[in-house]
């Protein structure tokens, strides 16, 4: 197989992503690991080291990294099966269950390796995304991560969990001549990081192998955005002293919202787009200051893979402010937050299409 990935190697159900992808270790690592200074370097990067092609280690961390390979799957249930402890509820009137985790590793791509714990009696098994494949019974793979994402997509858009769904899509849709990920998703994976011959370690696509659940710098930024803090920009409420603060410019033509409450001004806001209020506030100075816990409001409408900002304490943060932040600075420099975006977007389009074969729309 030598450095490069096998077209036909099983990559994760739901990002598209494979599950064996080399990190390339900095200067400074390899030196450590040279000298066997093993305290100068993370533990998890003995899994990333592999000699060939990777992703610059300068580029995305090892810790940003933990969890690419590691993997659970589905599998049809035998005519035997018998619940156990410890079942989640969403599996109990399925046709599949769930493994545990297993790191995939080893010289055979089709087996998932020995799983953490067995259940249901199954220590390992087979893997793929084909639906053609094997009477279509091997294990469907799938980073843990990316079923939570998954998982909360289901229940958003579904309100339960829907794994026989998800089983049902490989089954119509699953094929590695449809797409790299088998469900017809994850196009821009196939476009710019995996090429017939394998996958391609392009840059700027490191994030594709960023944690998106645990995520290194998250928790910073987050933290830093508390009442007291401030940030260049940042807005305030609406009321008559912020709004001195925009120049009155004596030419400028009678503005109907200048006569609207401030409690009026801001009901307005809750029936507009994000993008109607952005033209809005080109349109009108009344706009230009919003109250701060309307930016909460964007966050979860604009970023509803969030979902760490639910358990926030409203009163202590700073909502404009970790508005600005996270349009500003996430993209550039906190790669698990741009992954878990892509992977929410990709897990919406899967639970459409389950939802389309639930009504029959689909076959």
């Known amino acids: 197989m030598g450095n490069k990935l096998s077209y036909c190697e099983p990559r994760c159900q739901i990002c598209a992503v494979a599950f064996r992808v080399n990190r390339i270790p900095t200067p400074h690592e390899r030196e450590a690991l040279r000298l066997g200074h093993e305290g100068d370097v993370d533990a998890h990067n003995s899994i990333l080291h592999i000699p060939g092609a990777g992703y610059d280690g300068s580029l995305i961390s090892a810790e940003e990294m933990k969890g690419v390979d590691s993997l659970r799957c589905l599998l049809r249930k035998p005519e035997d099966f018998t619940p156990e402890e410890g079942d989640e509820d969403f599996e109990k009137d399925a046709t599949c269950f769930l493994t545990d985790v297993a790191l995939h590793r080893g010289p055979l791509i089709y087996e998932s390796g020995p799983f953490r714990t067995s259940r249901h009696g199954v220590a390992e098994a087979k893997i793929t995304n084909d639906n ?69 370690y392009k840059s700027g696509t490191e994030y594709y192998a960023a944690n998106p659940v645990n995520i290194p710098g998250f928790e910073g930024l987050v933290s830093g955005c508390t009442e007291g803090s401030s940030v ?86 700073n909502w404009s402010q970790l508005y600005a932040k996270l349009k500003l600075d996430w993209r550039k420099n906190i790669l698990g937050l741009r992954n878990r975006e892509r992977i929410w977007k990709e897990a919406e389009g899967i639970v459409k299409m389950i939802s389309e074969t639930n009504c029959g729309l689909v076959h």
């Open 132 to 200: 053609d494949a094997f009477g279509g019974e091997w294990g469907m793979p799938f980073h843990p991560t990316c079923f939570e994402i998954f998982k909360r997509v289901c229940l958003s858009k579904l309100g339960y969990v829907d794994i026989d769904g998800l089983w049902r899509v490989r089954d119509l849709r699953g094929s590695y001549e449809y797409s790299a990920a088998g469900t017809g998703r994850a196009l821009s994976v196939r476009q710019y990081a995996l090429e017939d011959e394998g996958w391609h």
């Open 232 to 317: 260049e920009g940042d807005t305030q409420s609406l009321s008559s002293s912020s709004q001195q603060q925009v120049p009155k410019v004596e030419t400028r033509k009678p503005d109907i919202f200048d006569k609207l409450p401030n409690e009026l001004l801001t009901e307005i806001m809750w029936y507009l787009s994000p993008r109607d209020i952005a033209n809005l506030r080109l349109a009108t100075p009344s706009y230009r200051c919003l109250p701060d816990i309307f930016f909460k409001y964007l966050i979860r409408t604009e970023m509803p893979y969030l979902w760490e900002f639910d358990e926030l304490n409203s009163r202590q943060t």
